[in-house]
Structures are given as C-alpha cells and as structure tokens.
C-alpha cells in the first residue's frame, strides 16, 4: 500500500538552531511531493514542492526540502528556526502527480523554543 | 484573489441528523478535493472531482457520505445519519488544471453529540 511517514510526532528545537522535519514515502513511479503547515484553527498553507530537477527545492519562509530518491525521502529543512515556525507540518505525496489526490503524513508538531 | 472557502466554519449537531458542508472553490480551478482531518485518522482522502469527469469517490468512508459539485464550482458534502466518529475538520482544496499544488480552505469543524 502506498503511504507516507513521518516518524517524528514531535521536534523540538531552539531559536536560531537549524531544524529538519523528516519525511519518507512509499510510493511507485514519479509521485510529486511537497510540504504544508497548519497553525492552529487554520487550513493547510502551501510551503514548497519537488517535481523534477534540482534535489534542494526552496519555498516560502525560508524552507527548503531535499529530496532524495535512492531514500525516498523529502526532509524540511530551514537554517535557522524562529519561535512563529511553530505549527504543525504535513508531508504530502500525489501518486500520479498534476492534479491528483495526496497521501499525507501524520503530520510533526514543531516547537521553536526561545 | 479568494482563496477557498467553507462554510460553516463550526457545526455541532446531534447523532442522526443530517449536515451539509459547503465549499467554495478557488474561482477557475477544476479540481476540487475533500479531506477529513481528525485525532486517529490524520488527514484522510475522501473524494475528488475533476472537470466533468466521474468524481473519485474511493476514501469515502461509508454509504452515508455523499458529495456533489454543481456548475463545476461550488461543492457540498452531505453526511447522513451522522455517529460520534463523524466529528472531525472537514477540509476541502482546490487545484488548477495547470497546477500541482492544492490550496486549502480554512475548514468545517464537526461536532457530533
């Protein structure tokens, strides 16, 4: 069965301190991937994709994900936390890519502590 | 521009009742997607319409959930009957034809009493 991963429920990390957020799928094929956070009350906002090209994609907030196909993995990253990151975030994969339903993670709450 | 958006933001209804969740779509976007976030489940597909073609109706948990697209735009999903493990956020997205990601709604959260 297809599905996403996301092992941690919960990460932590200081202000100013560089965080990953991981993600593993299990998908066939090419799937598309991408990254969103939730606040709290509040929808899903779009951070950043990958479809092709170049591993390290960069998105809103200073996000980044790398991708790695041998792992098939697509971790978050951002250099340097702020205290207004803290939300929780979800990993999401399209199978078929274009316009297609997602498989999500279980989602990781992220805490900037300050 | 609009994003998408859900109405009514908040719903308490008794078990058994019927409940309607309406969904505005970003205008021109053909796809439109329904999701259920809650505590045990995480986020989980319920359907996908696309243009004119057959809604993809595969997450939709039981014969009591229903949702129709009318005039390719606004999307209502209607849960019969409804039980406690009902309640949760109902989101619903919405995508170019053009375009990879989908863009959410600030979602419908229902409670079952």
């Known amino acids: 069965a297809q599905s996403v991963a996301q092992p941690e429920d919960q990460v932590n990390v200081a202000e100013g301190n560089p965080l990953t957020v991981k993600c593993t799928y299990s998908v066939s094929g090419n799937p598309y991937l991408f990254w969103y956070v939730q606040y709290p009350n509040r929808g899903l906002q779009f951070l950043l994709k990958?479809?092709?090209?170049?591993?390290l994609v960069k998105g809103s907030y200073g996000f980044e994900a790398e991708f790695n196909k041998s792992q098939t993995s697509f971790h978050l990253k951002k250099p340097s936390a702020l205290v207004s990151d803290s939300a929780l975030y979800f990993c999401a994969v399209s199978p078929l890519g274009g316009t297609y339903k997602y498989i999500f993670g279980t989602g990781t709450r992220l805490k900037v502590l300050a | 521009g609009a994003g998408v958006s859900q109405s009514p933001s908040n719903k308490v209804t008794e078990k058994g009742k019927d409940v309607e969740l309406r969904c505005d779509p970003i205008?021109?976007?053909?796809?439109l997607y329904w999701y259920r976030q809650s505590l045990g489940q995480g986020l989980e597909f319920l359907i996908y319409?696309?243009?004119?073609?057959?809604?993809?109706k595969s997450g939709l948990p039981s014969d009591r959930f229903s949702a129709e697209r009318t005039g390719g735009s606004v999307s209502t999903l209607t849960i019969q009957r409804t039980q406690q493990e009902d309640s949760a956020v109902y989101l619903c997205?919405?995508?170019?034809?053009?375009?990879?990601?989908?863009?959410f709604g600030p979602g419908t959260r229902l409670t079952v009493t």
């Open positions: 997205a919405s995508s170019s034809n053009s375009g990879t990601e989908q863009y």
């Open positions: 319409f696309q243009g004119n073609s057959a809604p993809d």
């Open positions: 990958y479809i092709t090209g170049d591993n």
């Open positions: 205008s021109g976007h053909t796809a």
